[in-house]
Nanobody, 122 residues
Framework: QVQLVESGGGLVQAGGSLRLSCAAS????????MGWYCQSPGKQRELVAT???????TYADSVKGRFTISRDNAKNTVYLQMNSLKPEDTAVYYC????????????????WGQGTLVTVSS
């Protein structure tokens, strides 16, 4: 099994910054892509940013220019640097990975973390 553990959420004032981290563990063979999603009360989970194995990143329009996703392949860890935070960024942020295990190296599974709450006060 592959597990994801997020950290770094919390309460911040509008205009402030937070850095989220997500570490993958388990019998990992390869992680093809990692990403961050967010979910606010009453809304569906939506994409924030993704990054592939060679560093190619995509972002939701709402966070372009403010958030930066990065990845440390040696540590199987993905980061989300969140700057110029707005109250509308308040949500639970979930880490996601598309990963294969040593036992089944060609079979990729979607894995989710437990989520970390980001609250931005006005």
């Amino acid at each position: 099994q592959v597990q994801l553990v997020e950290s770094g959420g919390g309460l911040v004032q509008a205009g402030g910054s937070l850095r989220l981290s997500c570490a993958a563990s388990g019998r990992i063979f390869r992680i093809a892509a990692m990403g961050w999603y967010c979910q606010s009360p009453g809304k569906q989970r939506e994409l924030v940013a993704t990054i592939n194995s060679i560093g190619g990143a995509t972002y939701a329009d709402s966070v372009k220019g403010r958030f930066t996703i990065s990845r440390d392949n040696a540590k199987n860890t993905v980061y989300l640097q969140m700057n110029s935070l707005k109250p509308e960024d308040t949500a639970v942020y979930y880490c996601n990975a598309l990963a294969s295990q040593i036992s089944t190296p060609s079979s990729y599974l979607q894995v989710w973390g437990q989520g970390t709450l980001v609250t931005v006060s006005s």
